[in-house]
């Protein structure tokens, strides 16, 4: 956010003091020590000084990545500003998760990586075993997913989430936190074998092997996601991907 005459206030995400609000003074100033780092999505190793105030001082700012492919993508921006957005959301005091952390960076040099390359539709047609580049929005929520997970809020998957029968596993409830069988559905939404296994492999594995699932799945899956944030978290992210996406 622009500040008075010169300055800027940054929201950072950092590996140990968590979300951070520091300010930058004479950043944007044509000759500012800062040059262009300090910019969103930058990943930096940055200097801080704690002062009495709740906002801390950026003293030093060194470019561990910048992500320059991204910066030059409309689509990849979008889905930074989102994942970066969740991440503050769902993260948003000093508590550390260096773990979410990790998986930010993750996120987004896989989005710079792919920047300006495949389109929603290229390659194979989509399954849950697809492995490699997956579309923006199996890419969205597999990092979403991961994040409940970070928080303590991963979705039961194995067994219904209210009586803990195994079978006949046939909507997801956000109450219940997880997915539900025929005898306790009520309040459920269906959810179908293809989101259930997106649900799974995300949860399983690395975000750069994200699965992939047909559109209708992906959208239960983005139900179940936001049914659980409402009822665990009171939370409600942005949609996963944009009209771009
Ligand atoms: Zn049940």
Request: with cysteine; hydrophobic share 40%.
């Amino acid at each position: 956010m622009r500040y008075g005459e010169a300055d800027r206030i940054l929201h950072l995400y950092t590996p140990h003091r968590g979300r951070v609000g520091a300010i930058a003074k004479g950043v944007r100033r044509a000759r500012s020590r800062f040059g262009g780092r300090l910019e969103p999505f930058f990943r930096l190793r940055i200097e801080l000084h704690e002062g009495r105030g709740e906002l801390l001082t950026v003293t030093g700012a060194d470019t561990v990545n910048g992500h320059a492919r991204l910066r030059g993508d409309a689509r990849a921006l979008d889905a930074a500003a989102r994942a970066c957005d969740a991440v503050g959301r769902l993260f948003e005091t000093s508590e550390p998760h260096p773990g979410v952390f990790n998986l930010l960076c993750r996120k987004l040099s896989l989005l710079d990586e792919r920047a300006g390359t495949a389109g929603p539709h290229a390659g194979p047609a989509p399954s849950a075993t697809t492995v490699g580049p997956v579309t923006d929005r199996a890419g969205a929520l597999a990092f979403r997913l991961k994040l409940l997970l970070a928080a303590g809020l991963a979705p039961q998957l194995g067994a219904c989430a209210s009586c803990g029968e195994r079978e006949h596993l046939v909507g997801f409830s956000g109450a219940a936190g997880g997915v539900v069988c025929g005898v306790c559905e009520a309040g459920s939404f269906p959810l179908d074998q293809d989101a259930y296994a997106f649900m799974t492999a995300a949860l399983a594995r690395p975000l750069s092997e994200a699965p992939e699932a047909p559109d209708p799945a992906l959208g239960q899956v983005e139900r179940a996601i936001s049914a659980t944030l409402e009822h665990h978290a009171h939370l409600r992210l942005m949609p996963a991907v944009g009209r771009l996406g």
